[in-house]
Each structure stands twice: as structure tokens, then as C-alpha cells.
């Protein structure tokens, strides 16, 4: 119930209106039972919001689209490894002292350590936004070798040299997946509503890879589809949904995350329910 005690953690980022966000906390928070409520804002103006969450006393924050990459020069510390990747997607009130977070990259090592070890492997990672930088970083620091490729040449280059990465370069090098032991797409190619498109022609996929595509929208993508079709460990998008909230929610309430509990309104709401023609990225 809804009371004077009550913290509230929030969404900020435009458009807000049909993330899932929301969804996933709360659902947490009916779990555990504890007095937290999760709402989202539409924000234009991120420095006042920031402000806002300072005056009003709210205990977290996610952070989205547009601004991930502002926020930051308005809160009092970052963690480094946000720093490094030079974007949050999350900010915690510890008594009006404001620090950000990625949970990103930790979101996605999760979803792909359920199914393949990383130390000394051989990863292909499609991509060279805020995505790809985030889960390069994560990689890196588990010790894999990664190669970023992406369309535009150049930003796969200067990710590359941003994380140190082993290679980089063009789609002409999507070859480099013949002695990769697993593949990334971090771009938003398949997402609904070109959901009849891969980055990846089907043949390139063979049956030592383990195939993880960021887009979640849908459940299984083309590239999913094919890869296990090809006899390829899959990973599925809407796992690092899942578990970059779930570093969130253990940050706002310093309570292991509910899992079970986050993740059947996740895959109910992904699944029926909502018209998937709404879902964004995030
Ligand atoms: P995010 O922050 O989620 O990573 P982004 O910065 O917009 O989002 O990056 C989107 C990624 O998808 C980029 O790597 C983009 O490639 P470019 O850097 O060449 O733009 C990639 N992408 C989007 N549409 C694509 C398409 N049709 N084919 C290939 N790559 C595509």
C-alpha cells in the first residue's frame, strides 16, 4: 500500500510510455513486500529532473533515452565503470548525495554467463553505440577477446580503441564469426516492426557459437531463430532487460532481486498481453 513511508523510485527518459520498466520493479516490490513504488517520467529537461530527485527525496532512478550520457555531469560521483563507458543508466539517492551507475554491461554478462563461460573466449560483437560500448566493457573486464564490427567502419574503431579491444571493423568482416566462440548483436536490427531482417547471413552461424541478440522485441528474433536452427547456444534480448533492473533494484533497495518474480512479468507482458507493437528498446 501506497503511504507516507513509501520510496519511490522512477523512470526518466523520453519517451517513457511504454517501457517495461516500470512493470519488472514493481513487480519486484509486491514480491518482496517491501514499501517501494516505481513510476515513470517524461523528461525533457534533465537537469531539473535531477534536481527533482534531489528536492523530492526520490531513491532511484533509471535513466533512458536521450539522456543517459547528460546526466551525468549533474551528479555528485560516478562508478567507474560508468565512467568508462561515459553513460549511466541508473542513479541512487543515498541522502541527497546522487551517484550513477551502468548496470548494462553487468546485465548482459549475466544473460550470457547462464549459458556460456567468458575467460580466454572469442567474442563477435555487431555495434557501435551506447549498447555495444557498455557490453564491450563488461566483456573486456571477464577477460574475452572481442572483435566490434559495425556498419559505419569508424565507430567500431573508436570503440574498439576506447576498450581496447582485440579488432575491429566493417560488416565485410562478419568472417571474423568463423573462429568466434560467441556472437553479439548490439544493434537494433530485427526489432519489430523489421522483424524479417538479420545482420547475420544464416550460414555464417555454426554449431560452437553461442548467439545473443540484444533486441528483445521480439522474444526471438530472426538471428535467434536461425542461430538455433544451426544448432547455436541461444541467448535471448529480453534477459539483460531483465537483469540490468535487476542490478538497479538491488542498488535502490539493497535487497537481492526477486528474479522469479521480475521475470514472469517481464516474459507475461512480452509475450500477451500488450500489443508488441509498443514496446521500445528499453
Ligand atoms: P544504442 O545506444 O542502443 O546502442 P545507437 O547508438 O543508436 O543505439 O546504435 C544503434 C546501432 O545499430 C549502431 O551500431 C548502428 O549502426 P551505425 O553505427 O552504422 O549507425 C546499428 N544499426 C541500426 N540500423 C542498422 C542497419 N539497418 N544495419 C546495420 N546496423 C544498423
Given at each position: 500500500m501506497i503511504n507516507a513511508d513509501t520510496k519511490i523510485c522512477c523512470l526518466i527518459g523520453?519517451?517513457?510510455?511504454?517501457?517495461l520498466s516500470p512493470l519488472i520493479h514493481n513487480a519486484g516490490y509486491q514480491a518482496l513486500g517491501i514499501n517501494y513504488a516505481y513510476v515513470s517520467f517524461r523528461v525533457s529537461d534533465i537537469k531539473r529532473a535531477i534536481e527533482g530527485i534531489r528536492g523530492l527525496g526520490i531513491r532511484g532512478a533509471s535513466v533512458t533515452i536521450p539522456h543517459k550520457i547528460k546526466?551525468?555531469?549533474?551528479?555528485?560521483k560516478i562508478d567507474p565503470p560508468a565512467e568508462k563507458i561515459g553513460a549511466i543508466n541508473t542513479i541512487v539517492n543515498d541522502d541527497g548525495v546522487l551517484t550513477g551507475y551502468n548496470t548494462d554491461g553487468d546485465g548482459a554478462l549475466q544473460a550470457l554467463e547462464e549459458v556460456a563461460t567468458l575467460k580466454g573466449k572469442k567474442v563477435v560483437l555487431i555495434g557501435g553505440g551506447g549498447a555495444a560500448l557498455a557490453i564491450a566493457c563488461g566483456l573486456k573486464a571477464k577477460g574475452v577477446k572481442v572483435v566490434v564490427l559495425n556498419r559505419t567502419e569508424e565507430k567500431a574503431g573508436k570503440l574498439a580503441e576506447k576498450v581496447n579491444a582485440e579488432g575491429s571493423g566493417g560488416?565485410?568482416?562478419?568472417?571474423?564469426?568463423?573462429?568466434?566462440d560467441i556472437l553479439i548483436?548490439?544493434?537494433?536490427?530485427?526489432m519489430w516492426p523489421k522483424t524479417?531482417?538479420?545482420?547475420?547471413?544464416?550460414?555464417?552461424?555454426?554449431?560452437r557459437l553461442t548467439v545473443f541478440d540484444?533486441?528483445?522485441?521480439?522474444?526471438?528474433t530472426r538471428l535467434l531463430a536461425e542461430a538455433r536452427e544451426r544448432g547455436c547456444a541461444i541467448v535471448y534480448g529480453y534477459k539483460m532487460l531483465l537483469y540490468q533492473a535487476a542490478g538497479q533494484f538491488e542498488l535502490f533497495t539493497g535487497l537481492k532481486a526477486p528474479l522469479p518474480a521480475m521475470e514472469s512479468a517481464l516474459t507475461q507482458a512480452l509475450e500477451g498481453g500488450r500489443d508488441a507493437a509498443h514496446f521500445d528498446r528499453r
Open positions: 523520453d519517451p517513457v510510455e511504454h517501457s546526466a551525468l555531469k549533474y551528479l555528485d560488416l565485410n568482416k562478419l568472417s571474423e564469426i568463423s573462429s568466434a548483436n548490439a544493434t537494433s536490427v530485427g524479417g531482417q538479420s545482420i547475420i547471413p544464416k550460414d555464417l552461424l555454426h554449431n540484444i533486441v528483445y522485441n521480439p522474444r526471438e
